[in-house]
């Protein structure tokens, strides 16, 4: 991707802390994630870590953003058919942003950069 680097973020989240906040409100997952990230994450094994992931790719976008006005369900991450991640936020087709997710059973990262 060409352009100027214009924003950096990354973030962690405990898959522990998403489950559990997830089992305290009902809707926390439809509030948070859209229809494709939930049915990306699935309902196996790795459900709760993908999750978790995604949330810290909301947070990490709102940091490379630098915008805390941004709706987490309007960040949506999406996977390509290798597996690659990539991030979009509704509204906002003209941002350039790059993204890396990585977890495991206790732990999510993600980060971001956007570009001009
Ligand atoms: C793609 C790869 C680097 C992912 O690493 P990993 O340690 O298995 O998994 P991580 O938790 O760090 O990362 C998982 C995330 O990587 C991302 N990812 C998957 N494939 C990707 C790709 N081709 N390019 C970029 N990101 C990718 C996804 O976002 C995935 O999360 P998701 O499944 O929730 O969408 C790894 O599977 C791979 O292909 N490694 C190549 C070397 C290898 O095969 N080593 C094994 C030798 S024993």
Redesign the pocket.
């Known amino acids: 991707m060409k352009g100027n680097v214009t924003g950096l973020g990354v973030d962690l989240a405990e898959v522990a802390r998403i489950r559990a906040l997830a089992r305290r409100n009902p809707r926390f997952l439809s509030r948070v994630f859209t229809p494709g990230e939930l049915e990306?994450?699935g309902s196996g094994r790795?459900r709760w870590?993908?999750l978790a992931?995604?949330f810290a790719a909301k947070e990490a976008v709102i940091k490379a953003l630098g915008d805390k006005t941004i709706a987490l369900k309007d960040i949506e991450?999406s996977?390509g058919p290798?597996?690659?991640?990539s991030v979009k936020v509704k509204g906002r087709p003209r941002l350039k942003l790059m993204i890396?997710?990585?977890?495991?059973g206790s732990c999510a990262c993600a980060a971001v950069i956007a570009f001009s």
């Open positions: 990306y994450c790795n870590e993908r992931a995604r991450v996977s290798d597996g690659a991640p890396s997710l990585s977890h495991t």
